[in-house]
């Protein structure tokens, strides 16, 4: 950590800062300038980030050298990882293919989503059965049913399952059915839900809030990994802009930014980004050619009878076109497409 001194900084203050310095058991060293005097500080960072060292006097700023999210960070880990979903690979070169309906719904439209987006290359199956719906009159989706719903197409068409979890209690629930958890935009600072998903064997997909920076995003993973799940995969799904044109702003800069700071695979939805199914092939090939690890898309038979998110949704057909772009744009950048499992494990 580096503290920055006020240009006015006395004498005494510096005495000071450098004796908090040493009684937290810290080496440092002083490099007095012309105009500023900065002390650089040796030692573990973690019990530097404890103390409000910009509270000590004649202390300007204070710069960390190392990310608060270690266990995140590439420093910490500069292999990228590769996320496993019940034999379904993400990351590191394998690119993941999650398709499905924004919510679980009637069982004859599951199976048919999931047959179709099965035979255009999708290798995760989606499907909220627990919806966060920003009014408390919307649809709030099937609950276990709509989980029992989801097991049975996984297990039908050996398709991992994605769903989301939107409460600390419903964890080890949705975890019985599901082979992938979901923490929304909505819940991305829910620390209570990070804390029971980080306790989970179940790999996570983190989606990116709506108003979270990067760091943001990176210290929620954090909560996780600290749990002691490191299989996180994120998600950047578009954040709030002024500009109602579309649904939020595709922030396809985020893709190639987490990558050089983070390990963990991150995919793009540019369903939820976009709102808008035109927009919705572009946007996902741009995420791949930015870097993405894979790409969230939600598909129905029917937008005008959907439960929610009708009107993003891409019709089977429309996610056949797109998948094939997809495949050739994957082999062109030299990345696979995980097949899926004979066997879900
Ligand atoms: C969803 O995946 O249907 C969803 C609600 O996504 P987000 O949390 O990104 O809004
Ligand atoms: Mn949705």
Known sequence: MILILKSNATDDQIDHVLERVEAMGLQHHLSRGTFRTIVGIIGDEEKLRQEPMRAIPGVAQVIPVLPAYKLASRDAHPESSVIDVSGVKIGGGNLGMIAGPCSVEEPERMFRIAESVCKSGANLF????????????????????????????????????????????????????????????????????????????????????????????????????????????????????????????????????????????????????????????PCALA???????????EVHDCPEVAKSDGPQALLPEQYDELASQMKSLASLLGKTISPLPETLV
Do not use: W
Request: hydrophobic share 40%.
């Open 287 to 297: 995420g791949l050619a930015a870097g993405a690890d894979g790409v969230h898309i």
């Open 126 to 281: 989606r499907g909220g059965a627990f919806k966060p719906r920003t009014s408390p009159y919307a649809f709030q989706g099937m609950g276990e049913e709509g989980l029992r719903l989801l097991r049975e197409v996984g297990d039908k068409f050996h398709i991992p399952i994605v769903t989301e979890v939107t409460d600390p209690r419903l964890v080890d629930l949705v975890s019985e059915y599901a082979d992938m958890l979901q923490v929304g935009a909505r819940n991305m600072q829910n620390f209570a839900l990070l804390t029971e998903v980080g306790k989970s064997t179940r790999p996570v997909l983190l989606k990116r809030g709506m108003s979270a920076t990067i760091n943001d995003l990176l210290m929620c993973a954090e909560y996780i990994l600290s749990q002691g799940n490191s299989n996180v995969v994120l998600c950047e799904r578009g954040i709030k802009s002024f500009d109602p044109a579309t649904r939020n702003l595709f922030d396809v800069a985020a893709v190639p930014a987490v990558q050089a700071l983070s390990h963990l695979p991150i995919i793009v939805d540019p369903s939820h980004a976009t709102g808008r199914p035109d927009l919705i092939p």
